[in-house]
RNA sequence: UGCCCGGUGGUGUAACUGGCAACACGUCUGGCUCUGGACCAGAAAUGUCUAGGUUCGAACCCUAGCCGGGCAGCCA
């Protein structure tokens, strides 16, 4: 890719801000910010507008604000901004310490508020929540006027003070703009602008009484920070002309004025993605928190075991665009394995342990077998992993009576044990209900390290653990949430929950090579031939436990199940 | 049936702004392999919502229609 190419727009909305620069339009150059309201956990779609966001600021050589827009102290909590400001930096993004609040604009935003008034283009109503929804009218028949709405710029400056003085009852007046009740858009229709909520916010506590509405709030807040680009979802398509109506009013000539540019948010398949459901999840306990790693949140992404390479890869590679769509999970899949396909150390672990006992192999003999920590990148350095007389291989690495295309163990067979000796199987051991409970083989000395000197080779490679040696680990194998691509499409009468996937997590008991004995919540492993696990937080001296990132593609699981 | 927005292979995104519809994921086939992973090579995709129009030429511009989404919180 040459440089022109590289520096081509993107996307409509790098489109749209090289225009902006090319008409000199941005004062000192490009700053955005990402504004999220601290009542929740952030989740991929976020991460979508984090990468977009703070993206463009340091494509243009601008900046990014992380901005709180806490204006309704009623679902806000510090919990939420603590969060929040983790997963950003986790993700890579920085704001130089200076994270701004709406809240910090309660005073010029009052300011602005009387300013409306005086200007004649706001006044304070009388009525309650529901008379203003009755008056609203509906999207086809225009609303009716206040009868509040003709009070004199006197009587609406007294009442406005009065009412941030705490002299009147929550719910009781709202402050709301004159604009028009017949506009076709419904968000015109003299919108409210500041209610009366005595509830303590967490930054400014019970300072105020009367609180901006979203509205009345953003678009100022981009204004006062300086942004000139501010981006959002879809659904605010509506609000931009209210958005532009404030700024019309109030922003001073020659001052950079913010421009609301929205793009599609982010849908994926097999998940849901509003706050409102992922708190049913976590509130009903159908996960075990919000950084539950089957969660589609970034704290349970870091916790899975995915890196914020990997996120934002998959954020690079949806791309931005304006129309409503449904990103396959299997894309995101696809950006975790690539990522940590080239990071991730490799080890031996077995999850569903069945005992292999190598009749010809001394008893009390230990070889210590050099390994490659990843045979794809010689820096990863190798480690030593010992083998004796009893192993533990994968259960499903037998089969008595092998289908056709099974590569692996079976009576006569002979495969290879990774990184230690090729070995052939000479049987089986079952108890009285005829399950398998050991396997028993014959190795061959000659191939140890893996290959046989005549050269001859075996179609399969299994991995195994020395019994002797072995750690024992929990292994959660976390499954998508759902069942179906599209949760949200219940049967009658019921919604998402029913399609929550019961066998979305299994634990189990494995056992791992001992190079993992001490591994630290966080570090990443490939397990060979199974997938990509991280040590959980949960774990402490006594207990290792690890959570599957995601397996391995399985090819053979594949061709087992077209074969059925 | 008001207003706003959007329709490109199964999925997501492109198309140098009116000039051979491309890239990635997924799927399939083959190769290679001490991970049935990775990697390499290749294939299929019945793809520009429909109908008109402008034009030498339309995914792109115009008109009408169809389909999908959003909007009636003192939520954001």
Redesign the pocket.
């Known amino acids: 890719m040459n440089n022109e190419e590289k520096n081509?727009?993107?996307?409509?909305i790098e489109?749209i801000i090289e225009e902006d620069l090319k008409a000199g339009k941005n004062g000192p150059g490009v700053h955005t910010r990402f504004?999220?309201?601290p009542?929740g956990y952030l989740h991929i779609g976020h991460a979508k507008s984090i990468c977009l966001n703070f993206g463009l600021a340091a494509k243009y050589g601008g900046l990014c604000n992380l901005r709180f827009?806490?204006?309704?102290p009623?679902?806000?909590d510090v919990e939420y901004v603590d969060s929040i400001m983790e997963d950003v930096r986790w993700l890579g993004f920085q704001w130089h310490d200076r994270p701004y609040y709406?809240s910090d604009y309660f005073g010029q935003l009052y300011d602005w508020a009387v300013l409306l008034i005086r200007k004649g283009l706001a006044y304070v109503?009388?009525?309650?929540?529901?008379?203003?929804?009755a008056t609203?009218?509906?999207?086809?028949e225009p609303?009716r006027e206040s009868p509040w709405r003709g009070r004199s710029v006197d009587e609406n400056l007294d009442l406005f003070e009065r009412m941030k003085k705490g002299e009147f009852p929550?719910?009781?007046?709202?402050l709301r703009a004159k604009i028009g009740m017949d506009?076709?858009?419904?968000?015109m229709r003299d919108?409210?602008l500041?209610?009366?909520?005595r509830a303590e916010h967490h930054r400014t506590g019970n300072d105020w009484c009367i609180?901006?509405?979203?509205?009345?709030?953003?678009g100022q807040s981009d204004y006062v920070e300086g942004i000139t680009h501010s981006i959002c979802?879809?659904?605010?398509?509506?609000?931009?002309p209210l958005y532009d109506w404030f700024l019309d009013h109030l922003a001073e000539e020659g001052r950079v004025r913010p421009r609301q540019i929205?793009f599609?948010r982010l849908?994926l398949?097999y998940t849901v993605m509003s706050k409102?459901l992922l708190l049913r999840l976590v509130k009903e306990g159908h996960v075990k928190g919000w950084d539950d790693p089957r969660m589609p949140t970034i704290s349970a992404l870091r916790r899975r075991g995915c890196t914020p390479e990997a996120v934002r890869a998959f954020a690079a590679?949806?791309?931005?665009?304006?129309?409503?769509?449904?990103?396959?999970m299997?894309?995101l899949?696809?950006?975790i394995?690539?990522d940590l396909?080239?990071r991730?150390p490799?080890v031996m672990g077995v999850l569903d342990p069945l005992r292999l006992v190598i009749e010809n192999y001394p008893d009390g003999r230990v070889d210590e077998?050099e390994?490659?920590n990843?045979?794809?990148e010689p820096a990863a350095g190798s480690r030593r992993v010992p083998f004796s007389r009893v192993l533990y291989i994968e259960r499903e690495?037998f089969m008595e009576e092998?289908p056709r295309?099974?590569?692996?163990l079976a009576p006569g067979r002979e495969v290879?044990?990774?990184?230690?000796?090729l070995a052939t199987c000479t049987g089986a051991v079952k108890d009285e209900a005829g399950n398998i409970v050991e396997v028993r083989c014959e190795w061959d000395p000659a191939?140890?390290?893996?290959?046989a000197p005549d050269g001859r080779?075996?179609?399969?490679?299994?991995?195994w653990v020395s019994a002797a040696h072995a750690v024992k680990a929990e292994v959660r194998l976390y499954d998508r949430l759902f069942t179906c691509e599209d949760p949200y499409r219940a049967e009658e009468g019921k919604d998402f929950i029913s399609n929550i996937n019961p066998y979305s997590l299994k634990i189990v008991s494995a056992y791992i090579e001992p190079h993992v004995a001490g591994a630290r919540p966080g570090e990443r492993f490939?397990?060979?031939?199974?997938g990509y696990f991280c040590v959980d937080p949960d774990t402490t001296d006594r207990r290792l436990v690890f959570n599957r990132t995601i397996p391995?593609?399985?090819?053979?699981?594949?061709?087992a199940k077209?074969g059925r």
């Open positions: 081509r727009p993107q996307n409509f489109e504004p999220p309201e009542n827009d806490d204006t309704n009623e679902k806000e709406a109503c009388d009525m309650g929540p529901d008379e203003i929804a609203r009218g509906t999207p086809t609303g929550d719910g009781s007046k709202v506009s076709p858009n419904m968000h919108p409210v500041y209610r009366i909520k609180y901006p509405m979203y509205d009345f709030a953003h979802t879809l659904e605010f398509e509506v609000h931009r929205e599609a849908n398949s409102r590679i949806i791309g931005v665009a304006k129309r409503d769509t449904v990103v396959d299997a894309l899949d696809h950006c394995r690539e396909n080239r991730s490799r077998l390994i490659a990843n045979p794809e690495d092998p295309g099974f590569f692996r290879r044990l990774r990184g230690a000796c191939s140890l390290g893996g290959n080779r075996v179609k399969g490679t299994l991995h490939q397990f060979e031939r199974l391995l593609k399985d090819s053979w699981a594949r061709e077209k």
